[in-house]
């Protein structure tokens, strides 16, 4: 369970790496399956678990079929 829940859309969101580019890799193909695994990062609106809503940079892992896994706060905008 993540300590956050994301309000609405994930904006700007940009792919900084795909494949082999990736260092989590090969935990993500034995974890969650072969796929084109890519590492993307956005900006959403998220609700704490301390009940504050803020705006926030996230960065996780999506493959088509699989969906978005691991998706991490990595630092807040507002």
């Not at 900084?16 to 989590?24: H, K, L, Q, Y």
Request: proline share 1%.
């Amino acid at each position: 369970m993540q300590p956050f829940e994301i309000l609405g859309e994930i904006t700007d969101v940009e792919v900084i790496a795909v494949g082999s580019g990736i260092r989590e890799i090969a935990r993500l193909r034995k974890q969650y399956g072969r796929g084109r695994w890519r590492k993307l990062k956005g900006i959403a609106t998220i609700h704490l678990i301390n009940c504050r809503t803020r705006r926030a940079e996230l960065h996780w892992y999506e493959a088509h079929g699989i969906g978005r896994k691991e998706i991490k706060r990595k630092r807040y905008l507002d």
